[in-house]
């Protein structure tokens, strides 16, 4: 097809899987729709052995296909799916309640999505929301909004059916949007319907009947305030019945439970976690892992493997760059290409193309920042994240530690975020101290964005990533890397400055 129709027909290749796979039914296989420029064979094989891969139209399609399929959605799944071994599929369809959490790009999406395919696929009812379609309603009229999807769902899985329990399912969708034309919805009112919906539901939802699933993605989105009361509406309407909540979330930006009032979904009493958050401390796993992934695309693009247009070098300090996150891993790729694109003759992506895509996503991260929260905490972390950077990298390293005594003080708090935010990243959970006993503390180091700078002073203690392993260097000193193998790092871990949050906590605020 004509080059300029890629993006557009990329976008509906989510729709053509989705009615390709329902029809095939292929027991461990589904169809990957992709699109490719009608180019000419013989022009395109002279084009790469006078340019190499980096300048050939197949890198063009590879950067298409990541920069339109590495954010997931129900209406455009990710290329194929790849499991995460913090996750497990089995668990995410079973008769549970689950809360997923994750920070942004992890997989959250990717992991409900393939759980809904396989609950279709099983001839279970599946509903799909998005909290953010919820974000501006309270809790009542979100749970409206939520209770008449089920039911539209419900009643259409019956089909033609007359009987008594569909029935009372469709007189329950017409009070539900009757009740929802009201300026005001009363407690009483709601409760009343709540119960009512209940009934009706057990009716049909029952083992060996009908199974249902309801995923709601970016819960983190909906009013942290209103979260526990929304759960709390949904719980009661699935009481004891065979529906099932799967809700993907960040879990510091979610409280599914309020203990004052025992509203919401307890853990683990009412519901199991799944936590997908990554951390840099297998880095072996997530570099092999994330690769896997990205091996996906490169060869639907008709690529080889990763390392076929990028060095070894570059793809560790991939997985550095985006904190193992795949989404982020996937579209830094995509930016070093083009990054490596600028300098002349380039035939490979080198590290320093990562670093300078590494700069740029920054910006984007800071604007997620703003959109994830409100903008008065948006300005107090990116306060904290400046003071912070400027912190460590004044002490003449890229890593620092946090005393795990300090855990409790409320500026480890806003580091979290930040982390879940990744502008820093987890490396070492306990590192202990080899003169104090009993003192622990925990590694981080710094985003890549924040030292990749050209003008980083000469002498910075550096950590980097290559092949899956530790390595480290000094800035601007030649004959300085070497690989952290064995206990070298953490001993290079005990010589990173150590963070007091309580000065943290005064200088930033």
Not at 355 to 383: F, H, I, M, N, Y
């Amino acid at each position: 097809m004509a080059e300029d129709g890629l993006i557009t027909a990329q976008s509906l290749a989510g729709s053509i899987e989705a009615e390709l796979n329902d029809v095939a039914h292929a027991e461990g296989n589904s169809f990957v729709v992709t699109f490719r420029p009608n180019r000419d064979e013989e022009k395109e094989v002279s084009e790469e052995r006078n340019q190499g891969v980096l300048s050939s139209s197949k890198a063009d399609q590879l950067i298409q296909l990541l920069e339109a399929r590495s954010r997931t959605s129900d209406a455009l799944p990710s290329l194929k799916y790849m499991e995460d071994p913090r996750a497990s599929l089995a668990a995410i369809g079973a008769s549970r309640h689950h809360l997923v959490y994750g920070r942004r790009g992890v997989g959250k999406t990717a992991l409900l999505l393939e759980a809904k395919r396989l609950a279709e696929k099983q001839g279970h009812v599946a509903v799909w929301m998005n909290a953010h379609t919820l974000r501006r309603l309270d809790a009542a009229p979100a749970f409206l909004v939520v209770a008449e999807a089920v039911l539209k769902s419900l009643t259409k899985h019956a089909g033609s059916s007359q009987g008594e329990s569909f029935s009372r399912l469709k007189e329950a969708s017409a009070n539900i949007a009757d009740l929802r034309t009201m300026e005001t919805i009363s407690e009483k009112s709601v409760g009343e319907i709540l119960a009512n919906l209940n009934s009706s539901l057990r009716m049909v939802l029952r083992e060996g009947l009908v199974r249902l699933y309801l995923f709601i993605d970016d819960f983190y989105l909906f009013p942290t305030k209103a979260q526990s009361q929304l759960l709390d509406y949904i719980a009661g309407m699935l009481r004891d019945c065979d529906g099932w909540l799967k809700v993907a979330s960040i879990e510091r930006l979610t409280r599914p439970f309020e203990p004052s009032s025992r509203m919401g979904l307890e853990i683990p009493h009412d519901a199991s976690k799944i936590d997908l958050d990554v951390t840099l401390e297998d880095p072996s796993a997530t570099q092999s892992f994330l690769e896997s992934v990205l091996a996906n695309y490169t060869t639907t693009a008709g690529l080889n493997k990763p390392s076929s247009i990028a060095r070894d070098t570059a793809l560790g300090r991939l997985v550095l760059g985006s904190g193992g996150v795949p989404r982020d891993y996937l579209n830094l790729f995509a930016s070093s290409i083009v990054a490596a694109r600028s300098r002349p003759k380039a035939r490979e992506i080198g590290k320093e193309d990562v670093a300078d895509a590494a700069g740029r996503a920054a910006r984007g991260k800071k604007r997620d920042l703003e959109q994830d929260v409100a903008s008065e905490t948006a300005g107090a972390l990116l306060r904290a994240l400046e003071g912070l950077s400027a912190r460590v990298k004044s002490a003449g390293y890229t890593y620092f530690r946090i005393d795990i005594a300090q855990k409790s003080h409320s500026f480890y708090e806003i580091l979290a975020q930040l982390v879940d935010l990744r502008f820093a990243h987890l490396i070492q959970a306990s590192l202990s101290d080899q003169h104090k006993a009993g003192v622990k503390y925990e590694a981080y180091v710094l985003d890549l964005s924040e030292f990749t700078d050209v003008r980083l002073k000469r002498g910075l203690h550096v950590l980097d990533l290559e092949n899956g392993g530790w390595t480290y260097r000094q800035s601007g000193k030649a004959g300085t890397t070497k690989k952290l193998t064995g206990t070298l790092f953490r001993d290079h871990l005990r010589q990173a400055p150590i963070i007091d949050l309580e000065e943290m906590s005064i200088q930033t605020m």
